[in-house]
């Protein structure tokens, strides 16, 4: 058991190592020593049953503890066969080993079948049967949503080879059972194939290989996205039409949305110019490119003062009653991050402030705006204040530098003024954080 203990725990270190070399979020790998004697019995003392017996080898000759998490950077685009992301949320400890509890009567026979040895990241169990008295028991997972129990594997043994094998995936149900056939974990399915291969291409691929040919460098950039520069140089070396005519293709036959918007913010990062005349096509109707995509483009690959007024345009004919609502302003213009929808949208705000607040966010405002903005109506007010609760937390700074002391003799006169204490309290917070804002 130790030499198989010491196989898993180098390949687990190898995965976490690469994964993290490739961009991945990764938690460092944690494995603890093995375990005493003494806490193995103390164990059994407290849950009143003796350990199956190769899983306490495995915790005595092995670890007491492992823990691993790691999640994909979020530019990479999975395979269309996947139904879910895979993530990393592997593990096991001697200290959390207890009877489980499934949240009905205290007599319930089921959690005395298993014990739990791993919490999911959703709240669901990891469990080994104890039914048949296995020395090396079966693992189920249990959803406490579903009230459904899932074979993972017919041994604990097998259960971490095959968990290992996919890349330590998530306990929960939206990670494993896209992964799972009548014997649990199937390393032979389709979608087990399919994510093993993209795996180890994400876990192997570098920029440097990928920039032998396009395709390659299309493959890196569908897991890495375009946004550093190294990617884009790379992308600048292939002839500029067949780059956009290759990215142009992927967008439009993408099947999820994500992906459509992935592909997009890679035209945007090394084909704006090249994508213009096509975002100027998409305003006469393509039914492969939905709505948001096409304002996306128009707002990256237009001309502002040629793409802003086609989506304003389309903003304001959207109700009946001439009247623009608030989401649909912020969510259709966001992207220009331009000071000309200020000015615009400045007659339609009206209460409630929800989404013109996060749109001044992001729309360049000066401080002397902003101030113009806190003097206004009463609607005007609040959005600014809000707008400046978004920057702040975002570490958004007005295009100009403010002036403290006038911001701090504003806000001081209007939150007097304020009736409403919750509203008294977002001016406090504003101007509790103006010094470190205006130096910033």
């Not at 399915?189 to 994400?202: E, G, P, R």
């Not at 607040?357 to 959005?383: F, H, K």
Request: with cysteine.
């Amino acid at each position: 058991m130790e030499q198989v203990m010491q196989a898993w725990v180098e390949r687990w270190g190898a995965l976490m190592k690469r994964l993290e070399q490739q961009g991945a979020r990764v938690h460092p790998l944690e494995v603890q020593p093995p375990a005493t004697e003494a806490e193995l019995v103390e164990v059994e003392e407290r849950i009143g049953i003796p350990i199956p017996s190769v899983f306490r080898t495995l915790l005595q000759q092995g670890t007491k503890e492992v823990g691993m998490y790691w999640s994909l950077p979020n530019a990479a685009m999975l395979p269309d066969e996947l139904e879910y992301t895979p993530s990393g949320d592997f593990g096991w400890s001697l200290k959390q080993l207890d009877w489980p509890y499934f949240g009905g009567d205290e007599d319930d026979p089921d959690e005395r079948r298993y014990l739990q040895f791993h919490t999911a990241g959703n709240g669901d169990a990891l469990l080994i049967g104890l039914d048949d008295g296995a020395a090396d028991p079966s693992v189920w997972y249990w959803s406490h949503e579903e009230g459904e129990f899932d074979l993972m594997a017919p041994s604990f043994t097998e259960y971490v080879e095959r968990v290992t094998s996919l890349g330590c995936i998530g306990a929960d149900c939206g990670q494993h059972r896209q992964f799972c056939s009548e014997g649990g974990l199937d390393l032979g399915c389709s979608t087990a194939q399919i994510w093993s291969t993209w795996l180890d291409v994400f876990l192997t691929l570098t920029l440097e290989q990928s920039a032998a040919s396009l395709e390659s460098l299309l493959a890196y950039a569908s897991m890495h996205g375009a946004e550093e520069q190294a990617v884009k140089d790379a992308f600048a070396r292939f002839d500029r039409t067949a780059v956009f005519d290759a990215l142009q293709s992927r967008v439009e036959h993408a099947q999820q949305s994500d992906h459509k918007q992935a592909w997009s913010e890679v035209i945007v990062h090394v084909s704006a110019a090249e994508a213009a005349d096509w975002a100027r096509s998409l305003w006469h109707g393509n039914e492969a490119v939905p709505g948001w995509i096409r304002d996306y483009l128009t707002a990256h690959c237009l001309p502002e003062e040629e793409g802003l007024p086609l989506v304003i345009r389309e903003v304001e004919s959207e109700e009946a009653d001439g009247s623009v609502h608030p989401y649909t302003a912020l969510h259709r213009l966001r992207h220009f991050r331009s000071s000309a929808i200020i000015s615009w949208m400045k007659p339609h705000v009206a209460f409630p402030i929800g989404g013109w607040d996060s749109l001044l966010a992001v729309s360049q405002p000066s401080a002397e705006e902003l101030i113009v903005w806190l003097n206004g109506s009463d609607a005007e007010r609040q959005t600014a204040l809000h707008a400046v609760c978004h920057m702040m937390k975002q570490q958004i700074v007005p295009v100009t530098r403010i002036d403290a002391a006038e911001w701090e003799q504003v806000l001081s006169e209007w939150r007097d003024k304020e009736i409403l204490r919750n509203n008294k309290r977002v001016f406090d917070e504003v101007i509790s954080k103006l010094d470190d804002w205006h130096a910033s």
